[in-house]
């Protein structure tokens, strides 16, 4: 059964701060991985999008990377900011099937 | 990226009654989906809105609870009936362009009371 897990679940930094959230997943093979923000009560929007081939990709202070040896993907967050606060959610895109992690809530502090 | 808009953005309804939730796409989609996110969980995927032909659900999601009609190719329509406060949840509309780019509406945010 294709899994995909997230650590930690839930994580509080103080603003300015940097961060590395965690994916760790079973899914073979796949397509593409993406790493959304989730804001409370609202849909996911897409930060960074890779395929099985890559090992980096960056969208401004957000990079996630791809290690398909150890099978894990992390998001690391620069130079937080108080909007960051969310949950971050990583899925996984095998023959248009998702298969979604747990997310990991972040709240930046002041 | 594309324009996802759903209707309403939130509604509280009492239970036993039915919500009819809208989904518009900015542009023709080869896939749409339905998914349901509980409070402090995950993405839980109901169906998946077929054009012309009756949805496909996921197991645990049945069509006398969720009807869902896609009658083109940028509209879709997912209804909540006969809601108990269980049903309390955001649903999110979602569409696939092409092969990988998908996206998700704003989400409507339910509560039964």
């Known amino acids: 059964k294709n899994q995909v897990e997230q650590s930690p679940q839930s994580l509080i930094i103080l603003e300015g701060k940097n961060c590395t959230l965690q994916?760790?997943?079973?899914?073979?093979?796949?397509?593409?991985l993406r790493w959304y923000k989730q804001d409370t009560g609202r849909g996911p929007v897409s930060l960074t999008i890779m395929t099985f081939s890559e090992n980096t990709k960056s969208n401004g202070r957000y990079t996630a990377t791809l290690d398909a040896d150890t099978k894990q993907s992390s998001l690391h967050i620069t130079a937080s900011q108080l909007s960051d606060s969310a949950s971050y959610i990583c899925?996984?895109?095998?023959?248009?099937?998702?298969?979604f992690g747990g997310g990991t809530r972040l709240m930046v502090k002041p | 990226s594309a324009v996802i808009s759903q209707k309403p953005s939130r509604d509280i309804c009492q239970r036993g009654t039915s919500l009819t939730i809208q989904c518009q796409v900015d542009?023709?989609?080869?896939?749409m989906f339905w998914y349901r996110q509980q409070p402090g969980q995950s993405l839980t995927l109901i169906a998946t809105a077929n054009q012309g032909s009756e949805a496909t659900y996921e197991s645990g999601f049945v069509i006398d609870k969720f009807p869902i009609s896609r009658p083109n190719l940028t509209f879709s329509t997912l209804t909540v009936s006969n809601m108990s406060p269980e049903d309390s949840s955001i649903y999110l509309c979602?569409?696939?362009?092409?092969?990988?780019?998908?996206?998700f509406g704003p989400g409507t945010r339910l509560l039964v009371l």
């Open positions: 542009s023709q989609v080869t896939m």
């Open positions: 899925v996984f895109n095998a023959g248009n099937m998702l298969t």
């Open positions: 979602s569409a696939l362009w092409g092969e990988s780019a998908q996206y």
């Open positions: 994916c760790n997943y079973t899914v073979s093979p796949f397509s593409n």
